[in-house]
């Protein structure tokens, strides 16, 4: 038995549930550097870290994460100079920003 209205109801049912599935963030901590300079951040604590670039004047890059990884998070030119380091775990939603003075500031999105 064909119901048009069972048919539609379920038609937006899909469609909602859908949204919600496709709207929801990935994990992730991301890197934003506003030096002039292109960096590279790397996490402390892990046995194998990976290297993160950030291209300068406002370049962002992340690294998926699924809660927590390292003791710490490292900034450094791609020279090898060091420019800073959190002495916190590299965390879902959270931020960490090179600002143009050098400075970094790390919070939760």
């Known amino acids: ?22 709207d929801a963030g990935k994990p992730e901590v991301v890197f934003e550097n506003n030096l002039s300079v292109d960096v590279q951040v790397h996490l402390d604590g892990v046995e194998h870290p990976a290297v993160i670039q950030v291209s300068r004047d406002g370049g962002i890059n992340s690294l998926p994460v699924r809660d927590c990884r390292g003791t710490g998070i490292v900034v450094e030119t791609t020279d090898g100079d060091l420019v800073g380091r959190v002495d916190k775990p590299a965390c879902v939603d959270w931020r960490l920003t090179v600002n143009e003075d050098g400075s970094l500031t790390y919070q939760e999105r």
């Open 1 to 22: 038995m064909y119901v048009p209205g069972a048919v539609a109801g379920s038609a937006v049912a899909l469609v909602l549930l859908a949204g919600c599935v496709f």
